[in-house]
């Protein structure tokens, strides 16, 4: 089933998401239902607070070269936890909560990942690059943080007028 993707400035986007305890079939479910929302969305990653559901879980599924998003490359990630970040990368950041708008924005280039899966076993990856943004860029969203939260006072003020008329426009 495809989910309603929550838009800024909805004030649930700002939600400290809560530990998973349950693994069940229901979670299960609700991870299916986030893969096909993301999917027809054409997003790389999705946080569960973007549906509208204040737990920790997140999806990502990054393209190959080709630009093709393979099941077999979609990662469920449930309450992570970074460890050793390191580096520093610019990229040009989207989000499917912030259509439209794109900016750049600095994360750490690598990290360790520890999560649990779908069964609630203990995971752990190593993360580079456009995986290591991406997650970044999710777990903010665990946290109740957008990305535009990130933008300088100056370019914050001018997304704000840039999203407004966007907005009006498409009314
Ligand atoms: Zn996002």
Redesign the pocket.
């Known amino acids: 089933m495809i989910l309603p993707i929550i838009t800024y400035p909805n004030k649930l986007l700002k939600t400290l998401s809560c530990d998973v305890t349950d693994f069940s079939s229901a979670l299960h479910q609700f991870l299916d239902d986030m893969h096909e929302t993301m999917m027809a969305s054409n997003g790389i ?1 999705l ?1 569960a607070i ?1 549906v509208a559901n204040p737990i920790r879980v997140l999806i990502l599924c990054i393209p190959d070269e080709e630009g093709n998003q393979h099941k077999e490359n979609l990662l469920e990630i449930i309450n992570p936890e970074i460890c050793t970040p390191r580096g520093n990368i610019l990229y040009q950041e989207g ?4 259509p439209g708008f794109y900016e750049d924005i600095e994360r750490f280039e690598s990290l360790t990942l520890r999560y649990q899966n779908r069964h609630g076993e203990p995971c752990e990856l190593h993360a580079t690059d456009l995986l290591a943004i991406a997650i970044q ?2 777990i903010d ?1 665990l946290e109740g943080k ?2 535009i939260e990130k933008l300088s006072y100056h370019r914050r003020k001018k997304f704000e007028k840039e999203y407004k008329k966007a907005q009006k426009d498409k009314k």
Do not use: K
């Not at 989000?95 to 912030?98: D, I, Q």
């Open positions: 990653g946080a973007q989000c499917l909560s912030v860029h999710e969203h957008l990305f």
